[in-house]
């Protein structure tokens, strides 16, 4: 049972952003041995560059990384949240295998959204439409990949706040009345209502209190369980990481210092920055 | 009194000067070859203020020529003050004939309605557009809408339907339904009631919009297939004048106004003016034919 | 047969940069071989590295140079230098290694726990939890725990949900650190006879114990370490 290695969901090669105008030496001159994000020559800032990984299906990533570390930079680029300055990303499903999804119309990269990946921001209120009920929340994401049944809607949404442990009677709520968890968990039952392969998760229990998010990385980790869903989770946090992740990336200063086993970067970490972040845990 | 000659003398036949009548008449091309789709165009200045109109009377000078018959109703009916004031006001400005007989005119210029007589093959009917954008109530920024539309992304849309629904048992929307073009673009309609939103649907006239004040022009040309938003289990639906008739008529199949008299006393009499006296003469109309009119004979 | 696992030359140092890369030598060219549905006894002083060896197998620890040859059907592959996504597929479907501690999840029952490999393996919830409630009853714990919280456990407690979780579902190498510290006799014994049944399955067990106890009645043979090296 030789593993394939043409077997991965999500392929980034040479992912980069920089904002302002670099010149040839801004990666260069940048960097976790530098340890600066900002180019001395031209003022840009390198927020990541040269990013390379892949992502199998089923798998789960954790990106690790302080302030200024480009871990959600990534992510806001694979989700074409933000433009990118340079790169490949290769999403191993049909009909945009072999393209560069990075470079498709925006119509098609709306699309690949909609029916192929699901996103849960730090703060509900990026994921959320406060104006909408938690249930129209849902049935923005349904509508998006095709349902246009308001009775199958209702249900599915019925059945999805179920799932995350949301009493059913809120449904026709404003998530605006919720408390902070409880619009973590609206927000996950939308990303995952279109049975998404990829998942993004950017700092998701952040801000909450701890037996909050207990309870949400417990849901995640059985939701990823249930449905084999391959995520993405970003986090400075490294019990998040622990708790949720297969494999994990290392970033600072824009560039992957280290990649490994969730276990093995944690109990033996090779570089002298992770071996830093892993002694600090409290 | 000083006496205003610089109009008098002064203006071009139709009263806009021919280049903008150029420029107008050519995105109303584009607005006809991309059904549904909004189009930005000069909107010049008028006499008469933002808000009255000014977007239908650019349409209708831009294409009015001298062997056209003009008809202009608002809400219906043709001797309102303003219908009569932008009626007078391009007949001084062009000759033209002018009517109030909907089968005699060949550009019907309204606000609000459409006729209840149908239209025909040789027919242009302009609507004046307060907001031409139908995703305006759900988002705000014009940069947003674009992207919207141009991405074909309406689950906003969709949503807001689906709240109104959860609100109040039903789609609420009385005028103005939001329509899909072409099975392209969604389209405000301009405010008109649900009842006449059929009639866009596979017409034999050309259907031009203008909205002065946002200054866009958009078409709905002959024969296209305008459908309403619908949900697979929340179908659209015309307004519901049962119980009722017009008591001048007797009709009741046609879009009713509610009169309060002085005494009291509350009658209904049909809202388009012309096909109200066209009953009274017994000059028998001809209705428009769509399917939702056809079940309220079934169901007669 | 050729054996299910050849160590060659197998050696881990530990360089700590934060501490002025000071360098700690935790293997010094371990080599040995351990042929299918064996159970081998891991001994030694503490710091004397046998659990860095089985962290080593698992990967959980990166080994600086040698082999770490695991039978795959017909061929052998270098566990030391696969890539992390066969090393995953590993982990899931044959080599299970089970720490000296539980790991605790915050608010996740026991019987969750240890329900949970059969689950990830595609078998129904119910029948799953059927099954850990056996195989929970069997190590002696009380019914009234198994709803209840790990972390509010007491060590011989959270070690029975810890061997549960790491048999229930019988893998191809086992590696289990500890299996029987802080249990009372009578369930060493249990614990005893289930990896002795895992044995009678095919399992091949790698156990780090000091209990003379647990390595008189389990283990086929035994490999002493002492400084990072083999003595025999």
Sequence with gaps: MKHNSENWL????????????????????????????????????????????????????????????????IVKMLYFDLEQTSGTVLFNKAPYVGKNILEQTSRTKRQ??????????QNPRDGLNFKFTSGGNIAEKLIMAGNYHVGNIREKATDLLHKTEVPTLRLDDLPAHFSGGMQQRVQISKAISNQPPLLFLDEVTTGLDVSVQAKVLDLIRVLQQELGVAMIVVSHDLSVIRMLTDRTLVMKNGRIVEKGLTDQILQDPQHPYTQLLVSSIL | MIEDKKYETQYRFAFIDEATKKEIRRKLLKAIAVPGYQVPYSSPEMPIARGWGTGGLHVTLAIIGPTDIFKIIDQGSDASVNACNLRNFVQTMTGVETTLDTQKATIIQTRHRITEEALSTHQIFVYQVPQPEPLRSVERYENKTRQMHAEADYAKMWVSLYEQYVRHGDIMMGAGYPVKVNGRYIMAPSPIPKWDVPNLNNSKAIHLFG????????????????????????????EDFKGTACFRTGNTKAFLDELYYDDGSKHFVINDSNYLDKLVQKENPIQHNNHYLNQLDNEA | MEPILKIAHLSKTFTMHILQDKVIEALVDVNFNVEAGEIIGLTGKSGSGKSSLMKCIYRT????????????????????????????????????????????????SALQIVAQPLIKNGEDKEQATEKASEILNALGMQASLWSGFP????????????????????PKLLLIDEPTASLDLKTKNIVIEMLLSLKKLGTTILCISHDEHTLEHLVDRRIHLEKGIIIN
């Design chain 3, 61 to 108: 620890y990166l080994s600086n140079s040698g082999q770490i040859l695991y039978r795959l059907g017909e061929n052998f592959i270098d566990l030391a230098a696969e890539d992390e996504h066969t090393i995953i597929d590993l982990r899931k479907n044959e080599i299970n290694y089970c720490a000296q501690f539980l790991s605790v999840i915050p608010r996740v």
């Design chain 2, 211 to 238: 909205a002065g004040r946002e200054k866009r022009l958009y078409a709905v040309p002959p024969f296209t297939k305008v459908e309403p938003l619908e949900f697979e289990d929340i179908k659209f639906h015309i």
């Design chain 1, 112 to 121: 690949i959204r909609n029916h192929l990946m699901g996103m849960v921001y």
């Design chain 1, 10 to 73: 999500l392929k980034v090669e040479g992912l980069t952003k920089i904002y302002g105008t670099a010149n040839a030496n801004s990666i260069a001159k940048t960097g976790p041995e530098l340890d600066t994000n900002i180019c001395p020559e031209t003022g840009s800032i390198v927020a990541c560059a040269d990013i390379n990984f892949e992502l199998y299906p089923g798998e789960v990533l954790g990106i690790v990384g302080e302030s200024g570390s480009g871990k959600s930079t």
């Design chain 3, 151 to 170: 972390v509010t456990f007491s060590g011989g407690e959270q070690q029975r949900v810890n061997v549960a979780k790491a048999i229930i579902c019988p």
